[in-house]
């Protein structure tokens, strides 16, 4: 599975959307981008996943660059409850086999929401 | 619509003794996965369950086990427990089918070995 680099921490004001990147230089065609969070002590929650078209759900918005080496979750208004680790992770999806199975977790980036 | 469950909640146990983890996948899905979290780090894969057989394993020794049944629930055993054992074990749960193979985590149980 192809590494990624993310900023240890970000602030966002309440309100304001949250923009967290994520390099992830040597993924190969068939890996997707996965985003989880974490918030304190509780277990990840699954947030969005991607392989090159941007995607909108619920609750945020993926945006996978054309040569698909970094991406950007959006959180379009950040609220207090967002504040959570965000993790950024690639890996094979779907019926690729081999070692896709697993999820390989990094430090992700906390996301401190302010007042 | 029942999440991933696990049980219990926290345990606290002593060196040298063994410990089982118990873990409900999330209603429809059939394929569990453990992992492991130290304080201040990520999750850390231990093993994947399918069909009852371990089918993928992290870099864990063989004092870790698991086993899933029939009904796709699933247990964690750990023998000879050290202290470094002490950890936040996950239970994530995912349906084999399904194309992203999105993975739901349950609370996870806190292990303390004092």
């Known amino acids: 599975d192809a590494k990624t680099t993310q900023p240890p921490s970000m602030d966002c004001a309440e309100g304001r959307a949250a923009n967290l990147p994520c390099n992830h230089s040597t993924i190969s065609g068939n890996e997707y981008v996965y985003w989880y969070r974490q918030i304190h002590s509780q277990g990840p929650q699954y947030i969005i996943h991607g392989l090159k078209n941007n995607e909108t759900n619920e609750m945020a918005s993926l945006i996978i660059t054309e040569d698909r080496k970094s991406s950007t979750l959006i959180l379009p208004h950040a609220t207090l409850r967002d504040t959570a680790v965000y993790y950024c992770?690639?890996?094979?999806?779907?019926?690729?086999?081999?070692?896709?199975?697993?999820?390989?977790f990094g430090k992700g980036t906390l996301l401190t929401v302010n007042p | 619509d029942a999440g991933v469950t696990q049980s219990p909640t926290h345990l606290i146990k002593t060196r040298g003794q063994q410990v089982t983890l118990r873990c409900s996948p999330k209603?429809?899905?059939?394929?569990v996965s453990w992992y492991q979290q130290a304080l201040g780090q990520g999750p850390q894969f231990i093993f994947q369950y399918y069909e009852e057989e371990e089918r993928q394993r992290g870099n864990f020794p063989d004092r870790f086990s698991g086993h899933q049944f029939p009904n796709y629930s699933s247990e964690l055993n750990v023998n000879a427990l050290l202290l470094g054992d002490s950890a936040l074990y996950l239970c994530?749960?995912?349906?084999?089918?399904?194309?992203?193979?999105?993975?739901?985590f349950g609370p996870g149980t806190r292990l303390t070995v004092t």
């Open positions: 992770i690639v890996r094979l999806g779907g019926n690729s086999g081999g070692s896709n199975y697993k999820l390989t």
């Open positions: 994530a749960s995912s349906l084999e089918l399904q194309a992203g193979y999105e993975q739901y």
């Open positions: 209603s429809g899905h059939d394929t």
